[in-house]
């Protein structure tokens, strides 16, 4: 009987032994496994901050060359007018350095009923064109009659990390409408 018990003893220590070195070997792969998955992570974080800046210092290369092209996306009267999306692929603002042309909808009125109409223009020449650097990226700003009687100020805040833009398009005889869009190259 003691001799059974000694073996039994005997077997139970060796599996012991083996399951402690076995965890410790499965252990080290695990390791090894959560070493290399967060050196994979690191690299590709690195990776994506290298184009995040790159796509920045596109969009940021359109701004200074005077040439892109917004997109709307919605459209609002300000200040608490109905945003609307807008689903026409032919409104755009293209700024070219020597010329902009404006296909844009536009809500004219101070007090209903508002009515939509849509500059559509090629204006050879505009007055006051500013771009000042910001934190989000730019603001771009500049100014035209549209061939009326009144002034438009044309407002781009551009965000340089997200691509997107808001316009504001301000007038002394109507309220302000805000779009917001996309900047892209021509």
Known sequence: MK???????SIIIVMIVGIAFGLEAKSDYQMEQ??????????RQQRRAQRLAAYEKYVDSLVLSHNYRFVPQTIQQ???????????????????S??????MPYIKGYVPPYYPVVFNYVLPS?????????YDGW???????LFSSSEYTFSFEIYSRYGGATLTISSPFYNSVQYTGNIFAI
């Open 34 to 43: 959560s070493a290399q998955k967060s050196a994979q992570q690191e690299a």
């Open 98 to 103: 020597e010329a902009v042309d404006v296909c």
């Open 78 to 96: 300000m200040p608490a007018g109905m945003m609307r999306n807008i689903v026409n692929p032919e409104y755009e603002i293209i700024v070219w």
């Open 139 to 145: 603001h771009v700003t500049f100014s035209s009659s």
């Open 3 to 9: 001799r059974t018990t000694l073996i039994t003893l």
């Open 126 to 134: 505009v007055t006051g064109y500013v771009a000042e650097q910001t």
